[in-house]
């Protein structure tokens, strides 16, 4: 199961785990705490079973002062590529200093720290509140690069029709060169389903909101305890096609201190391309089709360098599934709906998008990274010997194997996400159609996309720089 390992409780009995256990909370995971679950810390039973747990483990997580038991966790876990987080800061001189830390503010962590108010107003601190980076005793401060060039931490937020994602990341400086990457510092993804009904009632469901409202208050707290310079929040096409949408928004500007903005389709096609193809590497050849499978729409984009054509596509996953595949588990005539639903729009697509022909396939979304998970969890998968990349025969199984299945059979699949287990079909009915339709045999799969186009979008925004009193964010500036 994933978890966040907490170093320092059967270390050192004086370290208060009160603070680990809220940030492992906002980070969506629970807290491995080793003096409860190995039981002896005898060599080499307890060290054994903490090696375990860190392989196992999403982050790290430790707080000062770290003793040399503590320290050869954190040594392992970053030989292990795990992200370590330190509630805190450490001396200069430390050691541990020298390896890659990011640092958390405590103060962001305390009791009732951004809890919604009784009567439901905004949460009780501006998110976007400025910190002083003296005056905390480094507490917040980020790491610089080796080479001595700071990278601006940037927080992204993307809110779609069924899931909302964050991404706190360090942003590499003009020097760093084209090819720079970004450092990804906390990345949460939520399936919160703010697109419950939309279509059927034109308007956002109150459950939904109130979802979505719990998500970004935790949103808010990571924001500031990780010393965020740089904000941006963009909804979809839900915030786009609800009613009640600018209702949302105002909720959004309570809970999180920012505005966010609504993208049109094209606005969405053209960030998630420039998330996509920023993180390819060798072997994948342009020019690229991008196919960003949500679940209100999809966004196709054409090009090489940057997205030349951009389409639209009223082809979301939760908006197929509501329409069209409304029985447990499917029946024919429904799938026959879902795939000339799929198809009609997919033809209208393409012919918006001339030269498609020749480019390569690339799928993003956690429709296509679920359908991926589940195809290559079979054991005679084709994914090793091309990492990354999903075959139509592959797709064509998973179709295969879920038509018929009941949403209980489906959530004891291999590799299936358990919040995609009422829209997987009609994610994995989009992926073959497009594939079938495009007539390629391959397609890339990018776990990149919208979010990571935001965040890189914030490379050209200047940083807030707030006054004592506060203040908000209007799409990457100060607004008082």
């Not at 009784?118 to 601190?125: E, I, K, L, N, Y």
Request: charged share 20%.
């Amino acid at each position: 199961m994933p978890h966040a390992y907490y170093c320092a409780k059967c270390k050192n009995e004086q370290t208060d785990p009160r603070d680990a256990e809220r940030l492992a909370g906002i980070l969506g995971l629970p807290l491995w705490l080793p003096k409860d679950k190995a039981g002896s810390f005898g060599f080499p039973d307890g060290a054994l079973a903490c090696r375990q747990a860190i392989d196992e483990a999403d982050c790290v997580i430790c707080q000062p002062p770290i003793g040399h038991d503590c320290a050869w966790e954190l040594g392992y876990a970053a030989g292990a590529g795990k992200k370590i987080y330190v509630i805190g800061s450490l001396p200069e001189d430390d050691w541990m200093t020298k390896i890659d830390i990011h640092y958390v503010d405590p103060a962001a962590l305390a009791p009732g720290f951004r809890q919604p108010r009784a009567d439901s107003g905004p949460v009780g601190v501006p998110a976007l509140v400025a910190q002083d980076r003296t005056a905390d005793g480094g507490a917040s401060r980020r790491r610089h690069a080796l080479s001595g060039r700071a990278y601006t931490r940037v927080a992204a937020i993307d809110c779609g029709t069924n899931s909302i994602r964050l991404i706190v990341a360090d942003l590499p400086s003009a020097e760093h060169g084209p090819d720079a990457r970004m450092v990804e510092v906390v990345e949460r993804f939520d399936i919160i389903r703010l697109g419950q009904d939309v279509g059927r009632t034109g308007r956002l469901a109150r459950e939904a909101v109130g979802r979505a409202r719990a998500v970004l208050a935790d949103y808010a707290a990571l924001i500031t305890a990780f010393g965020v310079e740089r904000v941006r929040m963009c909804a979809t096409w839900v915030s786009r096609g609800a009613a009640d949408g600018e209702e949302f928004l105002a909720l959004v500007s309570d809970t999180l201190g920012l505005r966010s903005e609504v993208l049109s389709g094209g606005q969405e096609a053209h960030l998630a391309f420039a998330g996509v193809t920023r993180a390819l590497t060798g072997g994948v050849e342009a020019p690229y089709l991008m196919a960003d499978i949500g679940g209100g729409s999809t966004q196709f984009a054409l090009g090489s360098s940057d997205a030349e054509h951009v389409v639209s596509a009223d082809l979301g996953c939760v908006r197929i599934a509501e329409h069209c595949l409304r029985t447990d588990p499917p029946v024919p005539r429904e799938i026959a709906a879902a795939e000339l639903a799929i198809e009609t729009g997919l033809d209208e697509a393409l012919a918006a998008l001339p030269g498609w022909q020749d480019a390569t396939l690339i799928g993003a979304s956690e429709a296509v990274t679920t359908v991926a998970a589940i195809a290559w969890a079979r054991p005679f998968s084709s994914s090793g010997s091309r990492p990354g990349w999903l075959t139509y025969h592959e797709v064509d199984r998973v179709v295969t194997d879920l038509l018929g299945t009941t949403a209980a059979q489906r959530s004891r699949i291999p590799g299936m996400h358990p919040d995609m287990v009422d829209v997987i079909v009609a994610s994995a009915l989009v992926v073959r159609a497009t594939m079938k339709h495009t007539g390629k045999e391959t397609m890339v799969v990018s776990r990149h996309g919208l979010l990571h186009g935001i965040a890189w979008s914030l490379g050209d925004r200047p940083p807030h720089t707030a006054s004592p009193a506060g203040a908000a964010i209007d799409d990457g500036k100060v607004r008082s």
